[in-house]
Nanobody, 120 residues
């Protein structure tokens, strides 16, 4: 079982910054994509940003230029630096990782979520 543990959420005023982190536990053969999703009340979960094992990134249009996703492959950790936060960024943020637990067994795991609240 691959577990993901998130940290770094909280309450911040509009225009402020937060940095989310997500670390995987357990021995893994390979991690491919690592992503951040978010879900606001009454909304579906949406993709915020993805980073591949090679470092290529992709962002939702709503966060381009404000959020930066990065990863530390040696520590199996992914970060999301969120700048110039807006009230509409308020949501529960979830980490997702996909890859191989062993050479033969894949995984697709989610973190428990961390609350981000942006006040106006």
């Amino acid at each position: 079982q691959v577990q993901l543990v998130e940290s770094g959420g909280g309450l911040v005023q509009a225009g402020g910054s937060l940095r989310l982190s997500c670390t995987t536990s357990g021995r893994l053969f390979r991690i491919n994509d690592m992503s951040w999703y978010r879900q606001a009340p009454g909304n579906q979960r949406e993709l915020v940003a993805t980073i591949t094992s090679g470092g290529s990134t992709n962002y939702a249009d709503s966060v381009k230029g404000r959020f930066i996703i990065s990863r530390d492959n040696a520590k199996n950790t992914v970060h999301l630096q969120m700048n110039n936060l807006r009230p509409e960024d308020t949501a529960i943020y979830y980490c997702n990782a996909q890859g191989f637990r062993t050479q033969l067994h894949t995984f697709d795991s989610w973190g428990q979520g961390t609350q981000v609240t942006v006040s106006s």
